[in-house]
């Protein structure tokens, strides 16, 4: 139990750190002030957001993603950081700001699911 807070921990400061690269470089934010709490509460949203709502929406789309060879799903990334973005406070990103920064958190999120493999030894 205690790994695997450890690990929410790590992936939640990942996915903070990863969500801060993709608003500097393709969305604006809004309030100066407790930038690493704005994160924080956005990377909160942004897991929830994929824990509940992206297996819906990735089983119902699963007709386009066959269709396109998968390519469908970085769509469905970028939906799912606009909606997590757009429901954050202080941080503006457009829809294709939004689909960049879905790119960006797909990287950001291999490379920590692969360090933290590496370090367990086994897939988490």
Known sequence: MKNQFAVFVVRLVATAIGLWLCVSLFG???VHGETWLIFTIAALIFTLINTFIKPIITILSLPFILVTLGLFTFLINGVMVYVAVNL???IEMGFWG???SGL???LVNYLVSSAIQGYNGKQV
């Open 104 to 106: 960006v958190m797909s």
């Open 98 to 100: 939004a689909f960049w």
């Open 88 to 90: 954050s406070p202080g």
């Open 28 to 30: 604006s934010l809004i």
